[in-house]
């Protein structure tokens, strides 16, 4: 191995000492008053309570599918398996491997959701003595989860590389481990369905009942959807997105690491397999330099002090990136595609930024259009939504063309694609500090509401809702940054599936003909297969949420008293009926992506004269750009529609004569409708379709074997 791969050991074992100085940082703060502690200690059952019945679930269904997939896997394959593993071998490979990402999928939600929960009650403590303090708790209880994340991704495919003989049979290694970016893959989805159903269901039910039906404030401690509200930004946003991300630095490293492997046999050079581990490693470097000098002064924007982490990340990165190609690879062109994947980032952030800020045009027209009615809020919402399709499909394809062309003027045979995953790996460089400024934006919600329910003095809730604003700003730009990624390195593992069936093959694999019956039925059943999914989630938030405002107007009927606050509302019940509907709606969504492309490859293989790898290329290929598209239109709508509600309790919409058009106004109640509506788009079924576009590229991978 080159000698600079050692890094990795060693970068990887001071990211998690990093990890615990963070956690140790946060823990040791207060906890806040006995009323703080109370509200904080029943946001912590519910999502522990939820997360325990969500793994459960997912982690019967991952054994099952482990066995099923290895064992059929191994028994169909025939002669098409890698190297000389055999049968027996494949299937072996393939069901561990499975298993392995899955659980390090797991271990990064859990254990990041349980310091992101901790962190919210002293982040609410914090904000009683200082607006610096409160963003420095926040933001470091924020970077537990994205740091444990990435650094379990790279020691996962790290150690699984090596334990699949990458040290004796490097170019072989990274074909046998594909099943770790499935079972990442398979444990994402349904983490963030589970949690994304659970969120904003709960989110739905508050909201209407509270808002609009009982005209009382959001956090209110008389709303029995309350405590399940706040539980469900832990579940969604922290675990659901965290899962998201760790999908797609799993399947970027394979995917790169199986398009190195086509370079490795023309080359000789074992440095171009390892190198997305190498680069993985310096953007954990710079991602922690960025954090610590995350210094907020006093009465500063919060967003100041997270865009000066954020540059700062960015740059290193850079540096970073051309410091490993050139040793390693010894290549500007590759350094300047590598570039060409940071630039990506920083674009959709700001176009994200754009689209769902209260500060810009969309969010202002929004709030304007509320005046009338819900009716033009909602039509404003699609009309945005749909119109941020362009600016996603420029930087994607922008990126990937240049990337690509970079590639090719490299000089090395078959770097076209390779062009392509270093910019899949320069834009996921920032992981972690990406996903640190997302778990900031449940931390501080959640800061907000305990310090509501536990009766903070107006200068507190000041600064906690100062903070919850720039919270839902990092969540939406994150989503944007999710999406962006998602696309490209499911692009890169589109080009890992041509390889993986040329190299089973023997024979050339790169033409993808559209003029093929089979491949136009593929394409066709990729695009039916990602609006079903998405009719599947957003329709069971509704079932889900249809339940927990039956169960909150109940509670308002049945007992007068909690409205007077001489009674308190059964807040565990409405947790319970959340968690128990969220858990059993997932299953029927969850199961579409991973059935369709082995139900399709599978069949056509069985009928003569059909190519069955090109018909899953098709679906692979048109799936991802559907995905990608319909993703773009539901997280920005539903951000914008979000911001646009914000807008307007914030005082900042005035009507004709100047007048504020603020909380419990006509347009107010408009804007909560169209809120209401965006919710399941930008935090269940958008989101959900990031993981839906890697989860079809991981299993064919997987599955390729059956096609040929």
């Given at each position: ?15 998690v000492?990093?990890?615990v100085?963070?956690a ?6 207060d ?14 059952e ?9 793994y ?34 494949i ?46 708790v ?37 074909h ?9 893959s398979?444990?994402a ?12 269901a ?9 808002k ?19 539980v ?10 965290g ?25 000789g ?6 190198f997305?581990?190498?680069v ?24 100041a ?8 990340s ?6 970073g ?27 959709i ?5 754009y ?7 969309p ?8 005046r ?11 009309a ?29 045979e ?25 778990t ?43 999406l ?9 593992l589109f ?10 093959r ?26 079903l999914?998405s009719s ?9 949420a249809?339940?927990?405002i ?27 009926i ?13 199961l ?15 009928i003569?004269?059909y ?7 098709a ?28 807008y ?29 509506v ?21 299993i ?9």
């Amino acid at each position: 191995m080159p000698g600079i791969f050692w890094l990795v050991p060693v970068i990887s074992l001071v990211t998690v000492l990093f990890i615990v100085y963070l956690a140790r940082f946060v823990l040791a703060k207060d906890t806040g008053t006995p009323k703080m502690r109370e509200v904080g200690d029943m946001i912590f059952e519910g999502a522990w309570a939820f997360l325990n019945r969500q793994y459960r679930t997912i982690g019967i269904l991952s054994i099952f599918v482990a066995v099923a997939v290895g064992a059929v896997v191994g028994l169909l394959s025939g002669e098409n398996t890698p190297g000389d593993v055999g049968q027996a071998g494949i299937m072996w490979r393939t069901g561990v491997a499975f298993l392995v990402g899955a659980i390090c999928s797991g271990i990064s939600g859990f254990a990041g959701m349980y310091i992101a929960v901790k962190s919210n009650v002293r982040c609410a403590a914090a904000a009683q003595r200082s607006w610096r303090e409160a963003i420095d708790v926040a933001m470091r209880g924020g970077a537990v989860s994205g740091f444990l994340i990435t650094t379990l991704s790279l020691i996962g495919v790290t150690a699984i590389f090596f334990a699949f003989g990458g040290n004796s049979e490097p170019e072989i290694a990274p074909h046998l481990i594909v099943g770790f970016g499935f079972g990442a893959s398979f444990v994402a989805l349904f983490a963030q369905l589970g949690g994304g159903i659970y969120t904003k269901a709960a989110d739905m039910g508050a909201d209407l009942v509270g808002k609009v039906e009982a005209g009382i404030p959001e956090d209110d401690s008389r709303n029995a959807a309350v405590i399940a509200d706040l539980v469900g930004d832990n579940v969604g946003d922290c675990a659901g997105r965290g899962a998201d991300l760790f999908e797609s630095t799993a399947a970027e490293n394979i995917g790169a690491m199986i398009l190195g492997a086509s370079v490795y046999a023309v080359t000789g050079d074992v440095a171009w397999i390892i190198f997305p581990l190498v680069v993985r490693a310096f953007g954990l470097v710079a991602s922690m330099i960025g954090l610590l000098i995350v210094k907020a002064k006093e009465e500063e924007d919060p967003m100041a002090a997270l865009n000066r982490g954020y540059w700062m990340s960015i740059v290193l990165s850079a540096i970073g990136m051309v410091i490993t190609v050139t040793i390693m690879l010894d290549n500007f062109w590759l350094a300047a595609a590598g570039l060409v994947g940071i630039l990506a980032s920083v674009a959709i952030l700001y176009i994200t930024q754009y689209y769902t800020d209260t500060k810009y045009k969309p969010v202002k027209d929004l709030a304007q259009a509320s005046r009338t009615g819900s009716a033009t809020n909602i039509v404003g919402g699609i009309a945005i939504g749909f119109e941020t399709a362009l600016p996603t499909a420029l930087v994607i394809g922008i990126s990937l063309l240049v990337a690509y062309f970079f590639g090719q003027q490299s000089g090395v045979e078959g770097a076209g694609a390779f062009g392509t995953a270093v910019a899949t790996m320069g834009m996921l460089m920032t992981c972690p500090y990406v996903l640190a400024m997302d778990t900031f934006g449940p931390i501080t919600d959640n800061a907000n509401g305990i310090n509501e329910m536990a009766g903070a003095g107006p200068q507190v809730r000041k600064i906690t809702d100062r903070l919850d604003a720039v919270g839902n700003t990092t969540k939406a730009l994150t989503k944007g940054y999710a999406l962006v990624s998602a696309g490209l390195a499911a692009f890169l593992l589109f080009q890992a599936y041509m390889d993986q069936v040329e190299f089973l093959r023997g024979t050339p694999f790169d033409v993808i003909d559209l003029a093929k019956p089979e491949v136009f039925v593929g394409a066709m059943l990729a695009v039916m297969l990602v609006f079903l999914f998405s009719s599947w989630a957003i329709k069971a938030v509704g079932n889900t949420a249809q339940l927990i405002i039956e169960e909150v107007r109940r509670q308002f009927r049945e007992n007068p008293k909690i409205m007077t606050f001489e009674a308190k509302p059964d807040y565990a019940r409405a947790v319970d009926i959340t968690a128990r509907a969220g858990l059993r709606e997932m299953i029927k969504p969850g199961l579409l992506p991973v059935l369709a492309p082995l139900v399709l490859g599978v069949g056509f293989n069985l009928i003569e004269g059909y190519d069955a790898a090109m018909a899953v290329g098709a679906m692979l290929m048109v799936g991802t750009i559907g995905g990608i598209m319909l993703a773009a239109f539901m997280n920005n709508a539903g951000g914008a529609w979000d911001n646009a509600k914000k807008y307007i309790e914030d005082g900042q919409l005035k009507d004709d004569k100047g007048v504020v058009q603020g909380k419990r106004t006509f347009a107010h109640a408009a804007a909560v409708v169209g809120d209401t509506v965006g919710d399941p788009l930008k935090d269940t079924a958008g989101p959900s379709l990031h993981v839906l576009i890697k989860l079809l590229s991981t299993i064919t991978l997987v599955l390729v074997p059956l096609f040929i």
